[in-house]
């Protein structure tokens, strides 16, 4: 008797986090990347508020080399993945990828047209959209 | 591409999650393979192959 154990809609929501070292991987991401913006949003506040050279220079960079983090540790949890969490992860930075390349190629064209301006860092929005996106659609397609 | 994996895994009664566990993937791995929606990597394949006793090709054949 074969048994029945197709996973359900939670399950396909878990299906990111794959085998017990993917999800360790994942935390530690996900710790990075807090601490990341946590750093990013200060620097942001304090820059804003005025801060003066040289320590507004030692104020940018730091987010900046502490991108270092989420970044090694993305790539570790890529590289250790399981095979379909890491296809599935290939396959939403693809579409990451291209939804940000067509916004920031698209748009310029559409301000051209009379589109109101926008500061080029919304195409992290985009992409990031594009990347969450392209992570559902993989999970569907591989359930 | 076919394979025999739903049938080799209920003729030892194991569930997904067992097998996952014995070749070291996720049960979303096993479960996408068993549909047919997933194919597996070259090494994944000959762990298959060498868990069940069995050839590549006994237990995957591709679509014709």
Redesign the interface.
């Given at each position: 008797?074969?048994?029945e154990?197709?996973?359900t809609w939670w399950?396909?929501v878990k299906?990111h986090s794959?085998?017990e070292a993917?999800r360790r991987n994942q935390y530690r991401f996900l710790a990075w990347t807090f601490l990341w913006a946590v750093v990013f949003l200060a620097a942001t506040l304090l820059l804003r508020n005025g801060i003066e050279a040289p320590w507004s220079w030692a104020v940018a960079i730091v987010p900046i080399v502490l991108a270092i983090g989420p970044l090694a540790s993305y790539v570790r949890f890529l590289r250790q993945a399981?095979?379909?969490?890491r296809?599935i992860q290939l396959e939403a930075l693809a579409f990451g990828f291209a939804a940000g390349v067509v916004f920031a190629t698209g748009y310029q064209l559409l301000e051209r047209a009379g589109a109101p301006v926008i500061a080029t860092g919304d195409t992290v929005v985009a992409m990031m959209v594009g990347f969450l996106v392209g992570q559902l659609m993989a999970i569907r397609?591989?359930? | 591409m076919k394979n025999r994996l739903?049938?080799l895994?209920?003729e030892r009664?194991?569930?997904?999650?067992v097998l996952a566990e014995r070749l070291?993937?996720?049960?979303?791995?096993v479960?996408?393979i068993e549909t047919g929606?997933?194919d597996?990597?070259l090494p994944?394949a000959f762990k298959i192959a060498e868990l069940f006793g069995a050839t590549i090709e006994a237990i995957f054949e591709p679509d014709r």
């Open positions: 008797m074969i048994e154990d197709r996973p399950d396909h299906a794959g085998t993917d399981d095979e379909l969490i296809m397609r591989y359930r | 739903r049938v895994r209920a009664a194991w569930s997904q999650a070291e993937v996720s049960r979303q791995t479960n996408a929606r997933y597996p990597s994944l």
